[in-house]
Each structure stands twice: as C-alpha cells, then as structure tokens.
C-alpha cells in the first residue's frame, strides 16, 4: 500500500508559479502510474496531469503548455510544476497513486492552491 504525501501549495500572484510535490512511500515507486486532480469549490474534481510508470505524460487543455509532470525515483516523487498561473487555476490539488497490478488507486491528502488575479 503506498502513501502520498503532498506539499508545496500555496497562494501566488497571477502570472506567478508554484511546483507541487507528491512523495511517495510503502510502495515500489517506480511501477506506479501517477497524477494530480484538483477540485475547485463547487465543481467537479479533473485531472490536471499525469505520467505512467513509463514517464508517458498526459495534460488537461487548461493546463497544457503551463505545466509539467515529472517524477525523481531516487526521491520517489512527482512533481507538478505549474507556471503562468491564472486565478482559475485556484483548487485543492490531489495527488493519486494506481497500484501496478491491482489498478487500486490512493489519494493523497491534497494541497490548496490559490492564484490572485
């Protein structure tokens, strides 16, 4: 069972950046397909970005030339480094797992971020 553990929010000014952390334990980092979803008050939870176990990347189109998902084994994290922020980048950012055989996935406790405009 693999853990998440999240950092690295906060608030920024438009035009500002930030990069997200999502460090992972109890697991064989490297096998695990990866993410981060955000969820704004009063809208459904998406999918920002995501890496597969074999570095393969995918992005949301509001995030897409923005952002970046990478992962360091030796740290066994992901990280989301987001530039070019705007105030609709504002939510709660969550950190997923998905276990390599069992396709379980784990959530991380989430981290706020908040963009001013």
């Known amino acids: 069972q693999v853990q998440l553990v999240e950092s690295g929010g906060g608030l920024v000014q438009a035009g500002g950046s930030l990069r997200l952390s999502c460090a992972a334990s109890?697991?064989?980092?490297?096998?695990?397909?990866m993410g981060w979803y955000r969820q704004a008050p009063g809208k459904q939870r998406e999918l920002v970005a995501a890496i597969s176990s074999g570095g393969r990347t995918n992005y949301a189109d509001s995030v897409k030339g923005r952002s970046t998902i990478f992962r360091d084994s030796a740290k066994s994290t992901v990280y989301l480094q987001m530039n070019s922020l705007k105030a609709e980048d504002t939510a709660a950012y969550y950190c997923?797992?998905?276990?390599?055989?069992?396709?379980?996935?784990?959530w991380g406790q989430g981290t706020q971020v908040t963009v001013s405009s």
């Open positions: 997923y797992a998905d276990h390599p055989s069992s396709g379980w996935r784990t």
């Open positions: 109890g697991s064989t980092f490297s096998n695990n397909a």
